[in-house]
T-cell receptor, first 110, second 114 residues
Framework: RKEVEQDPGPFNVPEGATVAFNCTYS??????FFWYRQDCRKEPKLLMS???SGNEDGRFTAQLNRASQYISLLIRDSKLSDSATYLC???????????FGQGTILTVHP | NAGVTQTPKFQVLKTGQSMTLQCAQD?????MSWYRQDPGMGLRLIHY???????DQGEVPNGYNVSRSTTEDFPLRLLSAAPSQTSVYFC?????????????FGPGTRLTVL
């Protein structure tokens, strides 16, 4: 089993749609969780950290379920500019290490 | 601030050649790391450093060496390039070890080994 697993998609949605991505992780000792966004042929950039209580940033909502070891990202009112690959990232078993999921591809069309 | 810079942006090597990928950051970050990204595999950690003079192996260290003589620079050396090392390489840095802090990535080096 991979340490971090994501549905690779692609997800194709129309503008204005709501879309959700899930991510599961295998290391129950993980303490830090993030969603990164990566545009085509560019470097990843932090979208948001994920906190146990859940957190929201504009149209984006992240949730963490420690009991089931999964993380979710909800995007409301999708924009064309949301088209990208979304990477689930989890802290690893060793100091300073992060483990990346393979990414979920989102395409928002007019 | 330039952030994290990487050179070169593109490189083609022949099997057996060696080279160094350069990475520098001007944010005074202690933590730096190297990842490779392959289709369908996500980013995999090659080596990382928690400060000048301190390096450690990541998930896929074989065939690569690193050193950290200054806070700013973290070069990645390919000892004898192999086609399996064809990939996109990203350098990243953060103020504290990456578990709790935003990772800032460089623009990447696209390496092809023939």
């Amino acid at each position: 089993r991979k340490e971090v697993e994501q549905d690779p998609g692609p997800f194709n949605v129309p503008e204005g749609a709501t879309v959700a991505f899930n991510c599961t992780y295998s290391n129950s000792a993980s303490q830090s969780f993030f969603w990164y966004r990566q545009d085509c042929r560019k470097e990843p950039k932090l979208l948001m950290s994920v906190y146990s209580s859940g957190n929201e940033d504009g149209r984006f909502t992240a949730q963490l379920n420690r009991a089931s070891q999964y993380i979710s990202l909800l995007i409301r009112d999708s924009k064309l500019s949301d088209s990208a690959t979304y990477l689930c990232v989890v802290s690893g078993t060793s100091y300073g290490k992060l483990t990346f999921g393979q990414g979920t591809i989102l395409t928002v069309h007019p | 601030n330039a952030g994290v810079t990487q050179t070169p942006k593109f490189q083609v090597l022949k099997t057996g050649q060696s080279m160094t990928l350069q990475c520098a950051q001007d944010m005074n970050h202690e933590y730096m790391s190297w990842y490779r990204q392959d289709p369908g595999m996500g980013l995999r950690l090659i080596h990382y450093s928690v400060g000048a003079g301190i390096t450690d192996q990541g998930e896929v260290p074989n065939g690569y060496n690193v050193s950290r003589s200054t806070t700013e620079d973290f070069p990645l050396r390919l000892l004898s390039a192999a086609p399996s090392q064809t990939s996109v390489y990203f350098c990243a840095s953060s103020y504290v070890p990456g578990e709790t802090d935003t990772q800032y990535f460089g623009p990447g080096t696209r390496l092809t080994v023939l």
